[in-house]
């Protein structure tokens, strides 16, 4: 059987379809994974008091307007964390 002359354009698009010897591209750095986590919520005590003059009636509702300021600033920082948190 006789053989066909070998085409070089045949050849050449057989040798553009190999994988040419080169080194791959390089792949980026893998950023690092962070958890950021928002602190956990915990119960806002408030003091337990039983004022029998009006100063110390005054002085309890500073006490518990202290109590509730601090724990509303509590409950904003773990809703800022929680929306901003992905």
């Known amino acids: ?3 066909l002359p070998p085409l070089p354009g045949a050849a050449l698009l057989f040798l553009l379809t190999l994988p040419a010897c080169s080194t791959p591209p390089r792949q980026p750095a893998p950023r690092p994974l962070l958890l950021q986590r928002c602190p ?3 119960a806002c005590p408030l003091p337990a008091l039983a004022p029998t003059t009006n100063q110390q009636l005054a002085d309890s509702w500073q006490q518990h307007r202290a109590a ?17 948190t992905p």
């Open 1 to 3: 059987m006789p053989r």
């Open 40 to 42: 956990a919520v915990t």
């Open 68 to 84: 509730l300021e601090s724990c509303a600033a509590q409950i904003d920082h773990i809703i800022h964390c929680q929306q901003y």
